[in-house]
């Protein structure tokens, strides 16, 4: 059983970087061809994919967020992280990881086949 567990501040700053971890237990993270992404939904709003860090570390962003997001991994600990820089109140959401076999359709969220419990961040000075 494949299971993901965010981490991080659940408040942020204006203009400051959000950061936060999943954490993966039952699979690596380097075990082909799974694919871990970001993905977040804000307040009455629907899922917004981010980002994503394949088994082989490369990596995708979203267009729409591709200069403010970082996505990077720790293969000894078997997490991935994500870094939005820049964040403004509407960067308020609920932060899921989530992961997917194979590479592409990563808004396609019916594909994925785990998601971590969510984690409420609140961007608020």
């Known amino acids: 059983q494949v299971q993901l567990q965010e981490s991080g501040p659940g408040l942020v700053k204006p203009s400051q970087t959000l950061s936060l971890t999943c954490t993966v237990s039952?699979?690596?993270?380097?075990?082909?061809?799974?694919?871990w992404s970001w993905i977040r939904q804000p307040p009455g709003k629907g899922l917004e994919w981010m980002g994503v860090?394949?088994?082989?570390?490369?990596?995708y962003y979203s267009p729409s967020l591709k200069s403010r997001t970082s996505i990077s991994r720790d293969t000894s600990k078997n997490q991935f992280s994500l870094q939005l820089s820049s964040v403004t109140p509407e960067d308020t959401a609920v932060y899921y990881c989530?992961?997917?076999?194979?590479?592409?359709?990563?808004?396609?969220?019916?594909?994925?086949?785990?998601w971590g419990q969510g984690t409420q961040v609140t961007v608020s000075s």
């Open positions: 989530a992961m997917k076999e194979g590479l592409g359709y990563f808004s396609d969220y019916e594909q994925y086949d785990y």
């Open positions: 039952g699979e690596s993270i380097t075990t082909s061809y799974y694919a």
């Open positions: 860090i394949a088994y082989d570390g490369s990596t």
